[in-house]
């Protein structure tokens, strides 16, 4: 039997632990079965008390057990573990993943835990000195080792009026994740392959936006939806993410650093100062090639009778050449220098003398990064939940092609920076 790669048709279990932030998991089950997968929660006796089995049962439409000593004719404390293909684990509390990682089974879930053969996933959630104890850290670390995908808390209100790092991260964030560990290749184990374990990748995702005036601005479609895809694939497969968010509204993937800016100086900027600390820079963002000369302090006024005043445009930085010349010239000096990977996104359209992939492997050629990733926007790639790309190397050749959800392209792509890293470790 095949194994799922998206949530759609794929039997995910629901644990739910007993905190205050149970309340945020009845938001997570309604967003997996809107995305067609058939969802199962179990929640710990404990949790009852915040958020009750009715609930679970009427958002999944499956009944709800707690006991190893419920639907005992069904051995339902191995089969539902064992017919999963994914577990989610939202909150994760600090006694939950003390018990999970001693491997005991004295609930439901504990048990569903210990013969789950699909990819695990733990959003912990609990107060500051808790995830920060070190019984918890280590709980954590062992449990990573063992392939489970714990993600990091968000920093925020906790309950009462302390804030700090141990709240849940949102519905939103986590089903993204959910996606990405689905998508995500696996190890021998049926785990998600960590194969970017420790390694720094710096991600641009979004839009620039060039000022006019206080009010106006030339900017581009784009939605940031394919770096931020990139982002959660990156955090599932191990890696330490950076992500430079270009006008992008969307929830920050847990355990993501992010930081915001706004026009294509200001994403130049961000990546000058980072990019010689990352291992793969993953230019992914949509960068204006040109912007106002000057910009206009008050709005510019319409005049009737008067034609619309002209804009004058000069070029921005091309980021993604810079970047490639720039580590270059510090390979003179310090062979192997950062970042040992870079990827970038063209957008294209033909023209009446070449097509849209002759153009992308003229600007493969032209920009010299490791990757260029293809996007063919006759297609209908902004905004879309879907993406089909074709891989180009530094020649402009074809690597490969990936069609489908935006973080299966993701894994696409990053399976071909895991290849590359290969080759430069080999050559190292």
């Not at 714990?150 to 849940?168: F, I, M, Q």
């Amino acid at each position: 039997m095949s194994v799922p790669t998206t949530l759609a048709g794929a039997r995910v279990i629901v644990g739910v632990g007993g905190g205050i932030a149970a309340y945020k998991a009845a938001h997570l089950v309604r967003g997996l079965v809107a995305s067609g997968a058939e969802v199962r929660v179990v929640p710990t006796a404990s949790s009852l008390e915040f958020v009750g089995a009715a609930t679970w049962e009427a958002l999944s439409h499956q009944r709800v057990l707690t006991s190893v000593f419920e639907d005992v004719e069904q051995v339902a404390h191995v089969r539902l573990g064992q017919e999963a293909d994914l577990v989610v684990v939202v909150p994760a509390t600090a006694d939950l993943l003390a018990r999970v990682r001693m491997g005991r089974a004295d609930d439901l879930l504990a048990a569903t835990l210990l013969v789950a053969r699909g990819p695990v996933m733990l959003a912990p959630a609990m107060h500051t000195e808790m995830w920060l104890h070190p019984a918890t850290v280590e709980n954590v670390a062992v449990l990573r080792s063992r392939g489970a995908v714990v993600l990091e808390p968000a920093v925020g209100r906790l309950t009462g009026p302390d804030s700090g790092p141990g709240r849940l991260p949102e519905p939103e964030a986590i089903l993204a994740a959910a996606a990405a560990v689905m998508a995500a290749p696996r190890d021998g184990s049926g785990a998600v392959r960590r194969d970017l374990e420790g390694l720094r990748v710096l991600v641009t995702a979004g839009g620039t936006r060039e000022e006019i005036d206080p009010v106006r601005y030339i900017a581009n479609h784009s939605s940031g939806k394919q770096g931020w895809a990139l982002a959660h694939a990156a955090l599932a497969r191990g890696a330490q993410v950076t992500l430079l968010a270009a006008n992008v509204e969307a929830e920050t993937p847990p355990g993501a650093e992010r930081r915001d800016v706004g026009s294509a100086a200001e994403l130049a900027a961000a990546v000058a100062e980072l990019r010689e600390d990352a291992d793969v820079l993953v230019m992914a963002a949509a960068v204006a090639d040109f912007t106002p000369r000057t910009r206009a302090e008050a709005k510019i006024k319409k005049v009737e009778g008067q034609d619309a005043p002209p804009i004058d445009l000069t070029r921005t930085e091309d980021i993604l050449r810079r970047s490639v010349e720039v580590r270059a010239a510090r390979r003179e000096v310090a062979p192997g220098a950062a970042p040992r990977i870079i990827v970038g996104f063209a957008a294209e359209t033909g023209s009446a003398q070449s097509s849209s992939l002759e153009l992308a492997r003229l600007k493969a050629r032209r920009k010299g990064a490791d990757l260029l990733v293809f996007n063919d926007l006759t297609a209908g790639v902004f905004g879309a939940e879907t993406n089909s790309v074709r891989i180009l190397d530094t020649e402009g050749a074809d690597v490969a092609e990936v069609t489908g959800e935006k973080v299966r392209v993701a894994h696409g792509v990053l399976d071909q920076v895991v290849g590359l890293l290969g080759d430069v470790r080999l050559q190292a």
